[in-house]
């Protein structure tokens, strides 16, 4: 068993052939969901991992010296800056590409175990991940249907006191919190816009949370951020 770990020509070719369909694999996902990394950055993460791993081996073999994990740790740290440019705040402090970037660190992470011949490692994360990205949004989404706390984006009226808002809405048992203060769609003396964090006292639908704050007035609007 041991003998498939040592650094041969021919593990070179299996390492490489196993990196590029685990990366092809977990990029896939993000590709079909047009997610900003797809599949060729995953592809280049997994291969240029497993690529950096084999050298690092390579030298303390050949030399016999230095540290063997040295230059991975140098990919573990350094893969920060390809994932924080796929994350994006939107002008409503939305916040995008988190998934995406934690899919590229896990698809390094396998890259390095395919690299340093630990495949079965390789193997059960690379599954695991493939099954958190494919599989579980539907989960995530049901579970946060059900949380009493949602954000979401307002925007008022200026004419509409704020304070008769804040409290039509506790006669509603809703409540908010973490409020940020934006500028509107329209210009800034039409419309009072602001993100914050609606909450209910009981279990209610989300979209009902929704409609009890759009009844409050006229030209009330609200959008769920997700």
């Known amino acids: 068993m041991d003998e498939i770990r040592i650094l041969t020509e021919g593990a070179i070719v299996v390492r490489i052939l196993i990196s590029l369909a685990f990366g092809a694999i977990l990029g896939l996902d993000r590709g079909l969901k047009s997610r900003p990394a797809g599949l060729r950055t995953y592809i280049l993460v997994c291969v240029g991992s497993c690529i950096v791993m084999m050298t690092n081996q390579y030298v303390y073999q050949v030399f016999d010296t230095g540290d063997p994990v040295r230059m991975a740790a140098q990919v573990?740290?350094?893969?920060?800056?390809?994932?924080?440019?796929?994350?994006?705040?939107?002008?409503?402090?939305?916040?995008?590409?988190?998934?995406?970037?934690?899919?590229?660190?896990?698809?390094?992470?396998?890259?390095?175990?395919?690299?340093?011949?630990?495949?079965?490692?390789?193997?059960?994360?690379?599954?695991?991940?493939?099954?958190?990205?494919?599989?579980?949004?539907?989960?995530?989404?049901?579970?946060?249907?059900?949380?009493?706390?949602?954000?979401?984006?307002?925007?008022?009226?200026?004419?509409?006191s704020f304070a008769v808002f804040l409290e039509k809405l506790r006669q509603q048992g809703l409540g908010i919190s973490n409020l940020q203060f934006s500028g509107g769609e329209g210009s800034a003396s039409d419309r009072l816009g602001f993100v914050c964090t609606l909450s209910c006292a009981q279990r209610m639908d989300h979209a009902l949370m929704l409609a009890a704050v759009r009844s409050i007035g006229p030209r009330i609007s609200v959008e769920e951020l997700s």
Do not use: K
């Open 76 to 160: 573990v740290s350094g893969i920060g800056f390809l994932g924080a440019g796929t994350i994006i705040v939107t002008r409503r402090n939305q916040i995008r590409g988190l998934t995406t970037a934690a899919g590229l660190w896990a698809s390094a992470c396998v890259g390095l175990a395919i690299g340093i011949g630990l495949y079965e490692i390789a193997l059960v994360g690379g599954l695991a991940v493939v099954i958190v990205l494919t599989s579980l949004g539907h989960w995530d989404f049901f579970i946060r249907r059900r949380a009493r706390d949602i954000d979401v984006y307002i925007e008022l009226p200026v004419s509409f």
